[in-house]
């Protein structure tokens, strides 16, 4: 997902960032390649070494490995608005909209499937959740919600009135049932931050990974107007006023928890880093408020916006670089364990 977001904010930097287009787009496509190969390799490998079906449904409902389901979906939602983003003709082919739609509404239900699953399991538990269920991973279904919101607003745009027929009245929905997860699981996330005992090596991922929705919302609340036409006969600017502001207030949230979440990794940074696979979770955040920055400064005309796009960009892309180099190291160090201890 990260290397997916990574690429829609190369691909959608605004032009008046100062940098070569060229040189962004060309960026863009090396993440998009690298996001449908790593895609392919995980798909293959799940296929080689399938989990059994009552193992897998008990993960499902799982407090903690439960949410992490969702980035598969979510995965795929980001490359389709990395495809989008790169060849903006595919929404205007009818074909390629309806293919669009069903890849978009597979995503989405498959999502809208395991929050139910896994939440009704939560629920059901009545507090006997353990003390390190809740994490980061807690913000993955609803940001996947918020994903599907906006790649179907997004397809509102295209010239087929069946697809905006079927698209436009599930974009309010999934938006809303992805924001008001959001506000419900980051109350409770940070009052477990606030409240209880602080674990690093749980709790620095959770504060980082709550920038997901929030910019995740900023990018559907962006991208609603579209459907407006279609639901209310209103054309689209009516709405987009009001919705960039709320958008805007979702993107300052997310930098100011930007810096809470800094300051609290460096404050406790011996014991807070250690890398997992599960660390390109903290590229995608950064990422999306990259990319939620750069639609708002297409919308205002902001030069503040602008700088502020490319600015998370370029962390953005400093993070997966770091992570990249780090995943490298931890699986040249996995695939030489073996052979160390053999001699």
């Known amino acids: 997902m990260g290397t997916s977001a990574l690429a829609v904010a190369a691909f959608r930097l605004p032009s008046e960032s100062g940098m070569i287009q060229q040189f962004s ?3 863009g496509w090396v993440l998009l390649t690298l996001a449908t190969l790593a895609m392919a390799a995980l798909i293959a490998l799940n296929l080689r070494h399938r989990t059994p079906r009552r193992e897998l449904w008990e993960e499902i409902r799982s407090a903690q490995r439960g949410p992490a389901y969702a980035a598969i ?31 978009i509404l597979i995503a989405g239900f498959v999502d809208l499937f395991l929050t139910l699953v896994f939440f009704a399991a939560a629920i059901a538990r009545r507090g006997a959740l353990e003390t390190d269920a809740l994490s980061g991973l807690w913000f993955m279904p609803q940001t996947v919600l918020l994903l599907t919101a906006t790649a179907l607003a997004r397809l509102c745009q295209a010239p087929n009135p069946a697809v905006t027929e079927i698209a436009a009245p599930l974009a309010v929905l999934f938006l809303g049932a992805g924001f008001m997860l959001f506000i419900l699981i980051a109350a409770l996330v940070l009052a477990r931050l ?29 991208a609603i107007p579209r459907v407006t036409p279609a639901l209310l006969s209103s054309p689209p600017l009516s709405v987009s006023f ?55 400064a297409h919308t205002w005309n902001s030069r503040l916006m602008i700088l502020v796009a490319v600015i998370m960009a370029t962390v953005a892309a400093l993070v997966w670089l770091g992570v990249l180099i780090a995943s490298a190291g931890w699986l040249r160090a996995r695939l030489s364990g073996p052979q160390t201890t053999a001699q």
């Open 242 to 296: 009001v919705t960039s502001l709320f958008a805007g207030a979702l993107v300052g949230f997310s930098l100011w928890w930007l810096a809470v979440v800094v300051l609290l990794t460096f404050r406790l940074r011996s014991d807070a880093i250690s890398f997992s696979p599960a660390s390109w979770s903290y590229v995608f955040p950064i990422a999306a408020v990259a990319v939620a920055s750069g639609e708002l």
């Open 25 to 27: 787009h060309a960026l």
């Open 73 to 103: 979906p979510g995965a795929m939602l980001t490359l389709v608005l990395a495809f989008e983003s790169a060849q903006p003709l595919l929404a205007v082919d009818r074909t390629a909209t309806w293919l669009l739609l069903a890849f």
């Open 194 to 222: 606030v409240l209880d005992a602080f674990d690093a090596a749980a709790g620095i991922p959770a504060a980082w990974i709550m920038m997901s929705p929030a910019a995740a919302a900023a990018l559907a609340f962006m």
